[in-house]
């Protein structure tokens, strides 16, 4: 059994496991003063072409949305997400479990747009209700889709002319920015967004993101917020390590690259077929729509999710290769499924 089900079945890349191997009886300082974490930190400055920025290391995606949305609202302060937000569906109600209410959005291909967000402001004018403050966006979506660069400037025009804090959820952002359409730089964001996310789980880490704050009224006692929600890790070179590793050369891009080559083949070949897709995702997810029949038979050799149900017939499965993805295991699964077809 093969999966296809996420881009974090795998391990570590080999090179951040050589990395924690070869440090492991060097005593170094915790909760991330060590000299890793503070490389690595300097490392992804130095890609992002900015030094006024905050970096704080994390361990999951939920976490440091979590953590981050928390600390920047007060608390009659609200969220707004697209319905295919990560924060809406997937997190457990952890962000409401904090107070702040999540206002969706029911958006074209998973995205935000400013007359979406308009819509939210206007249906929320005063005291009476919670106050929309935070715009939350992921990039790539929870649906494979990834952000263009007009896009994400009008939405941050938007946000900046109507006092909102534009966050992004980085959980994907690697493959989000070296997919064949995409016209963003890692150098982009700070000057768009007040804070966003490095996905490090996803993109060949054992764990790990990398939380950068632009917004300087953001910044203040942030380490405090992170000690009270029990994420200041001692230990916390686990976290400097990968990404010094993942970010000293270009490493973080490279794994992000084999990524969406591997789904690069897959939709080619899908597409080839005359398969449909629920949804146009140039990342390292894909969601065709199969017969039923043809479902049942691949889960026999290869795991992936039922994403949604088309019609009593179709259904569609969501596809994810990761930085680890075997390219014969995918020239393997397009030969069954040309057979069943």
């Not at 997919?179 to 054992?206: C, Q």
């Amino acid at each position: 059994m093969y999966s296809f089900k996420n881009d974090y079945s795998e391990g570590a890349h080999p090179l951040i496991l050589k990395a924690l191997m070869e440090s492991n009886l060097v005593q170094e300082e915790g909760y991330g003063e060590d000299y890793y974490s503070l490389k690595a930190i300097e490392h992804i400055k130095n890609k992002l072409g900015r030094t006024d920025v905050d970096i704080h290391l994390l361990t999951g995606g939920t976490q440091t949305n979590l953590i981050a949305i928390s600390a920047f609202l007060r608390p009659h302060e609200a969220a707004i997400s697209a319905g295919t937000g990560h924060i809406l569906g997937h997190e457990t109600g952890a962000i409401e479990a904090t107070g702040h209410k999540i206002l969706s959005v029911e958006s074209k291909h998973g995205k935000l747009t400013p007359a979406g967000v308009k819509a939210i402001l206007e249906g929320h004018p005063d005291e009476h209700m919670v106050k929309p403050k935070l715009v939350y966006i992921s990039n790539s979506t929870e649906i494979g889709s990834i952000y263009k660069k007009d896009e994400l400037q009008l939405l941050s025009h938007f946000c900046r002319e109507n006092n909102l804090i534009l966050y992004m959820d980085g959980a994907r952002l690697g493959s989000a920015l070296c997919s064949d359409e995409n016209d963003l730089t890692l150098s982009d964001l700070p000057e768009l967004v007040d804070a966003f996310y490095i996905g490090g789980t996803k993109n060949g880490a054992l764990l790990g993101e990398a939380l950068v704050i632009c917004r300087g009224s953001l910044k203040e006692d942030f380490r405090y917020h992170i000690k009270q929600k029990g994420a200041l890790l001692a230990k916390g070179r686990l976290l400097g390590i990968q990404f010094f590793e993942l970010f000293k050369d270009n490493l973080f891009f490279d794994l992000a690259l084999h990524a969406n080559k591997m789904s690069g083949i897959l939709r080619g070949a899908l597409t080839n077929a005359n398969v449909r897709f629920l949804t146009h995702s140039p990342s390292n997810q894909l969601f065709p729509i199969l017969p039923n029949s043809v479902i049942a038979e691949l889960a026999n050799k290869y795991s992936f999710h039922i994403w949604e149900k088309v019609d009593t017939d179709y259904s569609a499965i969501r596809l994810v290769t990761s930085w680890a993805t075997k390219e014969e295991e995918v020239l393997g699964f397009i030969d069954q499924l040309k057979r069943l077809l």
